[in-house]
């Protein structure tokens, strides 16, 4: 969320700024709800001092000699008219002051000065290249069927069709063990840079995902639970571990806060139809290792470098060629104000895929959560800078392993780095 403040004294600054996001800030629609809110607040004021006033009037006429029941009785149709004028006036300020806060929660952030101008993905600007791009001397398959003809193992979407529908998997035999040891190197890699392991619950409430900039604007991307609690499942570990801090004041000697979290993520795909339906990118229920920062504002620039490159080493370690973009204005997401995108080399597609976004959100999810820092110098709490990113997408590591390590007997290269994850094995599938 934005700064109330600085939206009314700087709003054309803003209202350029955000039109980098392809976002039209209407400022006239926010000053009439400032506007309303303040006469509702000057009037209530007002109607406080009058009724101040009139009961002044009844010490009066008792000084006068008036008994005091007569005295009460002759202010009381004055007051009991104030009250209720001051009661509308009220109700009016609270639900001008829900409109407005409406309005603040449907304005995405600002975009650093560094994003560049742009409409799509398209427009995405690269940054770096790393690993060489794998040549082979066969027909090349896509990870669906490298999947499906693994002899101790197997990748199977018919089965998961049976249980839930489309885009969901079964794994079986190696491969399942390949998607663990997966999960265990990025954790065990991020571990030994600092981060503290953290285990969160899968369903939240409305506040968190609030909190993050899920809700109120992308509730038809979500998974929401039937009962009599408001519970919805994860779209992302950013979610519960960011809101661990949630109205919560920090010492400054503890910052950074550093987590890594593996945790399944559900999302509905709203919007998707007819991308991605084959195969595991894009899915209902896939798995992330995540990383979460909260630093000072102060060191929020360097944080993402940092956070951006330790999601960079596992893919090195993976030895997967990769590229990394900063993302233009139109594709960035709606809480961030400056992302980086990794992107890995799959050879089916003969292009790259994103598998990790690395994101700054500056103080704007710790405005929607009061997360604070009480700064030494001020004495007083002030907004810590959030930042996360996927280190790695699980999913989409596993298709990247499967199609740039396949062989031409249909088995696939364990990257080295996994092998004292799977027993030395070299190789799956392999007779």
Not at 19 to 26: I, T
Not at 268 to 277: L, P
Request: charged residues 30%.
């Amino acid at each position: 969320m934005l700064d109330l403040r600085d939206l009314r004294q700087n709003g054309e600054l803003y209202q350029q700024r955000l039109a980098k996001k392809g976002y039209s800030l209407d400022l006239a629609v926010f000053r009439a709800l400032d506007e309303e809110r303040k006469s509702a607040d000057v009037r209530s004021q007002e109607l406080q001092a009058e009724r101040k006033q009139a009961a002044k009037k009844v010490g009066e006429l008792i000084k006068t000699g008036m008994a005091v029941d007569e005295a009460k009785a002759q202010i009381a149709e004055t007051l009991s008219k104030l009250d209720q004028e001051l009661d509308q006036e009220v109700e009016r300020a609270q639900v001008v002051q829900q409109k407005i806060r409406d309005f603040m929660l449907d304005i995405p952030n600002i975009p650093d000065d560094e994003v560049p101008a742009g409409n799509s993905d398209e427009d995405n600007v690269e940054v770096s290249r790393w690993g060489d791009i794998p040549s082979f001397g066969f027909d090349v398959k896509d990870h669906v069927d490298l999947g499906a003809q693994l002899v101790d193992g197997e990748l199977n979407f018919d089965l998961a069709a049976k249980l839930s529908g489309a885009r969901f998997a079964v794994m079986t035999g190696s491969l399942a063990r390949l998607n663990r040891a997966l999960i265990s190197f990025m954790i065990d890699t991020h571990l030994a840079k600092g981060y503290t392991e953290t285990y969160v619950p899968y369903l939240v409430g409305p506040s968190a995902l609030e909190g993050t900039g899920q809700l109120p604007k992308f509730e038809e991307d979500l998974f929401k639970m039937q009962g009599e609690r408001e519970l919805y499942l994860i779209p992302t570990a950013e979610v519960p571990v960011t809101n661990l801090y949630r109205e919560e004041i920090i010492d400054a000697a503890n910052l950074p806060r550093k987590h890594v979290a593996h945790t399944p993520c559900f999302r509905s795909e709203a919007g998707s139809h007819g991308r991605d339906t084959r195969g595991m990118i894009r899915q209902h229920q896939f798995e992330k290792v995540e990383l979460v920062q909260l630093v000072k504002p102060e060191d929020s620039d360097t944080a993402l470098s940092a956070l951006t490159q330790d999601a960079e080493d596992i893919l090195k370690a993976l030895e997967l060629p990769y590229r990394k973009v900063i993302l233009c204005g139109g594709d960035l997401g709606f809480s961030a104000r400056k992302t980086y995108d990794l992107e890995v080399w799959l050879p089916s597609q003969n292009t790259y895929r994103e598998i990790s976004s690395c994101s700054n959100f500056g103080d704007f999810q710790a405005r929607r959560m009061q997360a604070r820092w009480r700064n030494p110098d001020t004495k007083r709490p002030e907004l810590v800078h959030t930042l996360n990113g996927s280190g790695l997408a699980v999913g989409r590591t596993l298709v990247a392993i499967l199609e740039n390590g396949q062989q031409a007997d249909g088995s696939i290269r364990v990257p080295k780095a996994l092998r004292p994850y799977l027993g030395g094995q070299e190789f799956l599938g392999k007779r």
